[in-house]
Nanobody
Framework: QVQLVESGGGLVQAGGSLRLSCAASGRTFSRYAMGWFRQVIGKEREFVAAISRSGDTTYYADSVKGRFTIFRDNAKNTAFLRMNSLKPEDTAVYYC?????????????????WGQGTQVTVSS
């Protein structure tokens, strides 16, 4: 089993930046691909970004491409999501998750373990 804890959320003005962290414990973090998702109350969970086990491959939703960067440090069992040029529509609870699949995926059902989420609020 893998335990995931997100941090780094908060309130920021439009155009600002935040960096989310996802700390993993339990099984070897490098054995999992990793993804970030977000959810607004009343809406389905939305894919944001994913990264392969080694970090060599990344995958982004069109809505965040060019503004968000996903990266990981397997030595520290931590993954990150750097978010620049934030917009009010980026407001959501952000979740990290890990997948035992070999390829990166944007489908929530492909992920095995989830964190508890961290709130990101972008004011206009």
């Amino acid at each position: 089993q893998v335990q995931l804890v997100e941090s780094g959320g908060g309130l920021v003005q439009a155009g600002g930046s935040l960096r989310l962290s996802c700390a993993a414990s339990g099984r070897t973090f490098s054995r999992y691909a990793m993804g970030w998702f977000r959810q607004v109350i009343g809406k389905e969970r939305e894919f944001v970004a994913a990264i392969s086990r080694s970090g060599d491959t990344t995958y982004y939703a069109d809505s965040v491409k060019g503004r968000f960067t996903i990266f990981r440090d397997n030595a520290k069992n931590t993954a990150f999501l750097r978010m620049n040029s934030l917009k009010p529509e980026d407001t959501a609870v952000y979740y990290c998750a890990v997948s035992s699949m070999w390829d990166v995926s944007g489908k929530p059902d492909d992920y095995d373990y989830w964190g508890q989420g961290t709130q990101v609020t972008v004011s206009s």
